[in-house]
């Protein structure tokens, strides 16, 4: 019984880590969705979130060399097309869409909580 329940609890804590992407929130004083490891908040009265950008791109790549993961072109885009709903840990940002194509208006971080994971208005920029 005590090891099943201490396997159980090993399962827990594995499903529990894959989920949770915090780390990957570059920017320390805004919010981080831990679920997709994405700083966001609000900048100058409009919402913003961290993005993907050419700084993923590279980060990707060196990750795969450490790992001798690149055998071909085919392997970096495998690694960069399944899943985009994650961040990098990477200083590269964009203003949210409102959901009609304008920036999301704000006046504190906990504004942006409902546009958390809109889309970008703006290029992913690096600062």
């Known amino acids: 019984m005590k090891l099943a329940i201490e396997v159980c609890f090993v399962i827990l804590a594995a499903a529990y880590a894959e989920g949770d992407w ?4 570059y920017f320390g004083s805004s919010l981080c969705n831990a679920d ?3 700083s966001y908040g609000c900048w100058k009265n409009v919402c913003w979130s961290q993005c993907n950008g050419i700084c993923t791109i590279a980060d990707i790549i060196e990750q795969m060399k450490k790992k001798d993961e690149i055998h071909d072109g085919h392997d ?4 960069l097309t399944p899943d985009s709903s994650t961040c990098a840990k990477c200083a590269e940002w964009c203003y949210l869409d409102d959901g009609e194509g304008n920036y999301n208006p704000c006046n504190s971080n ?12 703006t290029h992913c920029a690096v600062i």
């Open 22 to 25: 915090s780390e990957n929130c």
């Open 36 to 38: 997709t490891g994405c």
């Open 76 to 79: 970096i885009i495998d690694k």
């Open 110 to 121: 906990s504004d942006c909580d409902a546009v958390k994971l809109h889309q970008c208005v």
